[in-house]
């Protein structure tokens, strides 16, 4: 199922499961400028063909390929310096089912960083009602960087190494950052030049160059958690190519030092956290009814950092602290309510993990470094990192390490982001852009989007879905008419809008 959003945290998803890619994947995807290349210019046109079964593809999702075409266009290693060489953005679309009636050109900006756009359109478009279908081409791509537009890849064994965000002492705060700059050199290397452009700002020019070589003016946008700073960057830069702009989930690019990046997220988990335990209270049916949850997460938290509990998905496995976090913070999601207590109880009742995990081999895909390009997230040293844990630990007890401590502690040592934070700038959109993010969602809080929205001013109107999780157009028939409404018809909600909550299915 393609129920929800994505966000740019599942990077570290894909760190954990490790997903093995040939050694030559990477290096076929660029071309330097002593290889033979076009002009290095962006592609003029696009070649769609029917999209091809792929290593991988299950059953189910062969039989979804027919009606999707894929392509790759050529665009810039580095749009600043064209001359520097090119490589093959991927790039798929579904053709509009009811072509007399076409409003136009829908992208889809995929989350993560990391997610596939092309898988979206090749196998995913339950993420889209008839009623777009009908009425748009719709289009997405493998930003640069991920899967099969010059994937970051990297050496499984190093990856593996990774130290935990849940840091002790100066020792381990120099190591990581000695790890970190080996890692940014072992990928640089397999992944080749693409490799330091990976920032958002070469990504709204590829999006463009999609514009451009699909011969439309101006197209409407759609894009999801992380692919909302796409949309709205793209917006910024090229405000009269946006016939429409959707944020679903919205991710604060905003003025935010370090600290307040960390508070915003962990407070978006905590509230997630709390919300699950208001349920557990009044349904009689979760696993931890009439117990008190917050004690029991303390107490498996403790046996995680003595090594002592079991990997959830791995049970002869350990797992961290850091790990253990992030498994519940991935269950808030959609959200599974009933999954996370059972995981718990289980959990609480579990014998010690028996191994520790084979070292891999081979190269893994690792898109993280995109995080250290788009956001500036610095540490002196140590004592200011401890200062934060300590923070973080007294204000959100439950979810203390929040999945995107990991941006943080994977950034040290590496050369400053090249689109850091910046104050935001008027929009000037001949149609206001739709901001939709429900009241409880773990990754990209309700504080997020009051925040954009505001940059937006009256370029922007704010919908708020009064549920949970992390996206709300596939939970929320009411979000789903508004947001149809608005790419189709162009009509804009009422500022002050706002969708019932729908009860999650446990």
């Known amino acids: 199922m393609h129920r929800r959003t994505s966000t740019w945290i599942a990077a570290l998803a894909a760190v954990t499961a490790m997903v093995a890619v040939p050694a030559t994947a990477a290096a076929g995807a660029t071309r330097t400028p002593s290889s033979p290349a076009p002009a290095p210019i962006a592609s003029r046109s696009i070649d769609w063909q029917p999209c091809r079964p792929e290593p991988g593809d299950t059953p189910e999702e062969i039989r979804l390929l027919p009606g999707s075409d894929c392509a790759t266009i050529t665009v810039p290693i580095d749009w600043n310096n064209p001359a520097d060489g090119t490589f093959e953005l991927a790039v798929a679309r579904r053709k509009a089912l009811q ?174 956290f709390d919300e699950f335990v208001k349920w557990c209270a009044r349904t009689t049916s979760c696993a931890l009814h009439g117990r008190d949850v917050h004690a029991v997460w303390d107490g498996l938290l403790a046996r995680a950092g003595r090594g002592e509990l079991p990997d959830p998905q791995r049970p002869a496995y350990p797992v961290n602290q850091f790990q253990l ?78 999945g995107q401590l990991m941006a943080v502690t994977s950034c040290l040592g590496l050369p400053g982001a090249v689109n850091p934070q910046r104050d935001p700038k008027p929009y000037q959109l001949r149609t206001p852009a739709l901001l939709i993010n429900s009241l409880h969602d773990p990754a990209t809080g309700y504080r997020s989007a009051r925040s954009v929205a505001k940059q937006f001013g009256r370029d922007g109107v704010l919908v708020t879905y009064r549920g949970w999780g992390h996206g709300s157009y596939t939970t929320s028939p009411c979000v789903e008419a508004t947001v149809d409404d608005y790419l189709v018809e162009l009509s804009v909600p009422h500022r002050g809008s706002h969708c019932p909550a729908v009860p999650p299915e446990g």
């Not at 958690?225 to 702009?245: D, I, K, M």
């Not at 003025?255 to 509230?271: H, I, K």
């Not at 207590?341 to 028996?354: F, G, I, N």
């Open 325 to 402: 976090s992030f498994a519940v913070f991935r269950l808030l999601y959609d959200p599974q309510w009933t999954r996370l207590a059972d995981t718990l109880a289980r959990l609480e009742k579990s014998a010690p993990p028996t191994a520790q995990p084979p070292v891999p081999s081979g190269l893994v895909k690792n898109p993280i470094v995109v995080i250290c390009r788009d956001m500036s997230l610095p540490v002196r040293d140590f004592r200011e990192y401890a200062g934060h844990l300590r923070r973080l630990a007294k204000d959100y007890p439950d979810l203390r390490y929040p």
């Open 99 to 272: 072509p007399t009636e076409r409003a136009g050109v829908l992208v889809f900006g995929p989350g993560g960083p990391g997610d596939s756009g092309v898988d979206r359109i090749r196998t995913g478009m339950s993420r889209f009602s008839q009623n777009l279908e009908n009425r748009f081409d719709i289009v997405s791509l493998d930003p640069r960087g991920v899967a099969r537009s010059a994937p970051v890849t990297c050496s499984a064994a190093l990856v593996a190494r990774q130290p935990s965000p849940i840091l002790s002492g100066q020792a381990e705060f120099d190591a990581t950052v000695k790890y970190n700059r080996e890692l940014a050199a072992d990928c640089r290397a397999h992944t080749g030049p693409v490799y330091d452009h990976l920032d958002m700002l070469q990504t709204i020019r590829d999006v463009d160059a999609i514009r451009a070589a699909l011969g439309e003016s101006r197209i409407s946008f759609h894009g999801s958690s992380y692919g909302t700073l796409l949309g709205q960057q793209y917006a910024a830069r090229f405000p009269q190519r946006v016939r429409a702009l959707v944020l679903e989930s919205v991710y604060d690019h905003g003025s935010a030092t370090t600290g307040e990046f960390l508070d915003v997220q962990a407070w978006a988990a905590q509230d997630s």
